[in-house]
């Protein structure tokens, strides 16, 4: 593992990367063979001709003939047969997508890596332009005639991803003009989504003459010595700016890719299409939205105010957003500690679940490790149902690194969980698909709680725990008030570098209040925020996961009897139910108001605790 040398002119001494290494253990490299053996393996070039077969065969079976299919005696057991040949084919074609996707983010410099990925793109795209037809057709049939069909059990049970294909109808368009915006997507928004990741996984930052990549370099602002935290901060603003012309034109590009597609589709709003992949009316996000802006000044000003106090500052400079306590000793927390710590807090809580997330370290499904190229962050690829999932994580020994795994772990459980759902029904939305991944944080934030040795400790969980929750909730909102502002405008025409760093900045100053000083630099952090990429308008996602699971964990205290399965079974209904279905068996409504005020109480409650322990 790579760790910064020594930085001679500063007064600290940094560990070395071996003590460093030593200290963490042996990471783990995920192995991607129960996908495929190889990039240029037999079974892969077999896979993507038969991939490429299969799909020719289905639209040569049955394009254009759906609607006589319903007019059969058996109509709902051949619709079933017809939609379960079409699940294989998506399992297949998922299983390729994944293959070449996690090859890549194993390094995306590697030209060999990137060549692979962008050619099995390109065949899939090929591929599934075959299939294009066919929910396009699904939404021509007659209604009456499909609910007739879907009274039988084999087709009905494919009745929640019909509802989801039906509920795309009014923004679907003619099949020629799908047809052109599936093929483009390749040369279009994925090549800008590519070139994305290419570039931030090249930048290379000078951290008092070390030349580190960006996970590294971000990691400099959660370090306990501020002359550190500020030459990472630098390091950062000055690689951002240099580059922001590339990812001006990035953003205006996407940006008014979207605008194009949303106005040929008839969404009204430019978040309609994220709240209708999600399947949660946008009354809902706007409430949460609302609610979130409303608490600003009781979150994230308050804590920030409050942690300026204990630094002994007026204002916090905005790389010490993030610093651990002060006079609170840190060490670097081994994988071994880490995995212990987060399978304890599984187990405690259900059983079955520590099991789950025990096979990603006993079969090889994490890659844990920082490399040269590697993708940035962390994720759990759900991959197929036939397979399992993978996480990818930056593990450098952080206490927050351990909230992480057990965050991505979450999301690993709740896929494994939804697999037997099927390829079509096991995906989640991504409101709900947050749920488990922060459900998994709070128990192991609550196992930690409890065994802090004494209340400095406490102290320091509670606030690393309210930092994690203003990021998750606060910023996570800020960013998509920025999302709107800047897919506003650009309507208006292309945005100057200067009018989104300026944009930035208002949002920042309005969600973090003025205990924290934006200072010089700051202005371009926004470069590198990939949901705004790859994902329009995600972000929401995480305050509904925070302030959902803030709700469900209030339950779990007040009623614990009997919470383990039905949160279980909450999580293995995968794609199959929507929001308020999934919730009603605990008393909760994501539509009710004061649902929101029930999360966001929580996160106060803690700040409160915390003014009450200021001298501790």
Known sequence: MNMPRRLDHLAFVPRSPEASAAALGALPQWDLSDLYPAMDSPELEADLASVAAETAGFEEAYKGRLASVLEAPDAGGQMAQIVARYEKIEDLLGRLYSYAGLVYSGDTTDPV???????????????????LFFTLELNRLDDAKMEAALADPAFGRYRPWIEDVRAEKPYQLEDRIEHLFHEKGVTGRGAWNRLFDETIAGLRFDVGGEILPLEQTLNFLAEPEEEKRRMGAQALAKVFGENLRLFTLITNT????KEISDRWRGFEDIADSRHLANRVEREVVDALVSSVHAAYPRLAHRYYRLKARWFGKEKL???????????VETRPIGWDEARDTVLGAYSTFSPRMADIARDFFDRSWIDAGIRPGKATGAFAHPTVPSAHPYVLLNYMGKPRDVMTLAHELGHGVHQVLAAPNGALMAPTPLTLAETASVFGEMLTFRRLLAAAPDARARKAMLASKVEDMINTVVRQIAFYTFERRIHTERKNGELTAE????????VQSESLGEAIHLGPGYENYWVYIGHFIHSPFYVYAYAFGDCLVNSLYAVYENASEGFAERYLAMLAAGGTKHHSELLKPFGLDARDPAFWQTGLGLIERMIEELEAMEEA
């Open 317 to 327: 400079e905005y790389w010490d957003r993030n610093a651990p306590l002060p006079k």
């Open 254 to 257: 996407l940006a008014k890719d």
């Open 499 to 506: 009018k989104i760093c300026a944009i930035w900045m208002e």
């Open 113 to 131: 890596r990137a060549k692979f990925y962008g050619d099995v793109q390109e065949k899939l795209t090929d591929a599934s332009t075959h299939l």
